[in-house]
């Protein structure tokens, strides 16, 4: 099945929603003219879903210049809000964002956010920095 989105309706949307759709959807999205993107989010996203995500993981990274980096990412979740602290090198930063199927986007202030996939066995893999940079968030116990 393929969903088509015009043009103008495509160009306002955010690069990670469109990602997001075309995963949650499962298929290619096709630019002609036909259903808009309006519709694709009513029969994708669904509000909530993140506050399955609670808790604190260890975070294993690396930087776009390749160092690697550890730490810890506290997440919490109101209203379908996912808010996240990150505490790495004893710097700490925030976030905050919402899910679209199994992707999470997170913008932490940067001019790039953060977009995870959530995995069936919990974990999240992210990148950054316009896909430069990535990590790994794993529940601690």
Same mark, same amino acid.
């Given at each position: &099945?393929?969903?088509?989105?015009?043009?103008?309706?495509?160009?306002?949307?955010?690069?990670? %929603? /469109?990602?997001?759709?075309? &995963?949650?959807?499962?298929? %290619?999205?096709?630019?002609?003219? +036909?259903?808009?993107?309006?519709? +694709?989010?009513?029969?994708?996203?669904?509000? +909530?879903? /993140?506050?399955?995500?609670?808790?604190?993981?260890?975070?294993?990274?690396?930087?776009?210049? +390749?160092?690697?980096?550890?730490?810890? /990412?506290?997440?919490? %979740?109101?209203?379908?809000?996912?808010?996240?602290?990150?505490?790495? *090198?004893?710097?700490?930063?925030?976030?905050?964002?919402?899910?679209?199927?199994?992707?999470?986007?997170?913008?932490?202030?940067? *001019?790039?956010?953060?977009?995870?996939?959530?995995?069936?066995?919990?974990?999240?893999?992210?990148?950054? *920095?316009?896909?430069?940079?990535?990590?790994?968030?794993?529940?601690?116990?």
């Amino acid at each position: &099945m393929l969903h088509f989105l015009n043009a103008g309706t495509l160009n306002r949307l955010a690069a990670s %929603a /469109v990602v997001a759709i075309s &995963m949650a959807v499962g298929t %290619a999205l096709i630019i002609p003219g +036909g259903m808009s993107a309006q519709a +694709g989010f009513k029969a994708v996203i669904s509000p +909530g879903g /993140v506050e399955q995500l609670e808790g604190t993981y260890s975070v294993d990274g690396r930087n776009p210049n +390749g160092s690697p980096y550890k730490g810890r /990412v506290h997440i919490t %979740a109101k209203n379908g809000v996912a808010f996240f602290r990150w505490e790495i *090198s004893g710097q700490t930063f925030h976030g905050q964002g919402s899910m679209a199927g199994a992707v999470l986007t997170i913008d932490w202030g940067e *001019s790039q956010p953060v977009i995870y996939q959530v995995n069936a066995d919990g974990t999240l893999d992210g990148t950054w *920095s316009g896909g430069k940079a990535s990590e790994r968030l794993v529940r601690i116990k």
